[in-house]
């Protein structure tokens, strides 16, 4: 596990000198663990270095939890591209990172940080305040009371202000970026909630501010999370999941 997540989100192979380096194993062993990954397709020889294999990916998508949900998540995703033309994200809490799930976009889609599979902050996202918002207080207090990095000039840093974003998510529903994870784009994100009240996603819509109104696009962004809960509440009627 040390050895697999050596590998960020952004990087395809890497060395065996910077495996090492970031790992702290020594080299005879390592040279076996990685001799013994590749033989199982954990990793893959990519010239002199190594990347992750394609067994990761296998071993992936047989996560049953994540994979229904992203399933299920698909077409109401695809509705809101083909309305928007623009980046459409599903997204999970994870701790106190979001973790995104689902990217849908097209040839002409903004340069979000966002990447499948990668996680980005609760506290500067449109999909992570959605998340947040609607959080066990617990979470949000422990967001509030850490270190709130400024990623651009617009991210909120302030607790307090922050704190009061926060309940009129809750209340209104809906929640906007407006450059503050990443300078260039805006966003809208809704909470998947299902009938108890649990949220359990989020779906967000993304683009360029020359070209996109968030605001515009509030009650497709809406309409799209709570059709997907109904589905999720009507698959854990169908299953006995609970």
Do not use: W
């Amino acid at each position: 596990m040390t050895v697999l997540y050596a590998f960020r989100i952004d990087e395809s192979a890497l060395p065996f000198s910077e495996i090492q380096r970031r790992t702290g194993i020594a080299k005879g062993t390592l040279h076996g663990v990685l001799r013994d990954m590749v033989a199982v397709r954990l990793l893959d020889r990519a010239g002199t270095g190594y990347l992750l294999g394609g067994q990761l990916f296998e071993l992936g998508m047989r996560a049953s939890v994540e994979r229904s949900l992203v399933e299920l998540a698909i077409p109401f995703l695809e509705d809101l591209y083909v309305r928007t033309s623009e980046t459409v994200h599903l997204g999970v809490m994870e701790g106190i990172e979001v973790v995104y799930l689902s990217k849908i976009g097209g040839h002409r889609q903004a340069r979000a940080p966002s990447k499948l599979g990668g996680r980005m902050p609760l506290h500067c996202t449109a999909i992570g305040k959605a998340l947040l918002a609607n959080a066990d207080p617990s979470v949000r207090s422990t967001v509030l009371a850490g270190a709130l990095r400024r990623h651009t000039p617009r991210t909120i840093v302030q607790p307090g202000v922050l704190n009061r974003q926060l309940d009129r998510i809750m209340a209104e529903g809906v929640a906007f970026e407006y450059e503050e994870s990443a300078v260039g784009i805006v966003c809208v994100a809704a909470p998947v909630r299902l009938a108890g009240g649990e949220v359990v996603a989020a779906i967000s819509v993304t683009g360029p501010p020359a070209r996109f109104d968030p605001s515009a696009h509030t009650s497709s962004v809406r309409s799209a999370a709570d059709h997907l809960g109904t589905v999720l509440d009507q698959r854990r009627g169908l299953t006995g999941d609970t």
